[in-house]
């Protein structure tokens, strides 16, 4: 699947962490791609609550969860700043699909 909404179809996920030697490339991009594929679900189950966007959000926040492990055994985090970039890209996906949510509720199950 494709995304279509245009905002986030040309929007660079994660590029603080990509712009980061700190951060294996490779799990950086399996970041990029939870997060293009929480657009895809959004699109494709077009949720029209807060609830139901938080349900879509929290998978994703999981997949972060389990991601990090990886980002740890490659000597790696997610600290600081990558809880930041993956966050505030959460919240911008929320944005741009109409959703006025709260970042803490967007990311709610983190680990990170």
């Not at 962490?17 to 700190?22: F, L, N």
């Not at 959000?57 to 492990?69: D, K, S």
């Amino acid at each position: 699947m494709t995304i279509t909404n245009q905002e986030m179809s040309a929007y660079s996920f994660l590029k603080e962490m990509a712009e980061d030697s700190y951060f294996p490339p490779r799990l950086v991009e399996k970041g990029q791609s939870i997060l293009a594929g929480l657009c895809e679900s959004i699109e494709a189950t077009k949720p029209t609550s807060l609830p139901e966007l938080y349900a879509l959000t929290h998978l994703a926040t999981e997949q972060f969860n389990v991601l990090g492990e990886e980002f740890e055994r490659e000597g790696s985090e997610i600290e600081t700043a990558a809880r930041e970039n993956i966050g505030s890209d959460i919240f911008e996906i929320a944005k741009a699909y109409g959703f006025a949510a709260d970042i803490e509720e967007l990311i709610a199950p983190r680990e990170w």
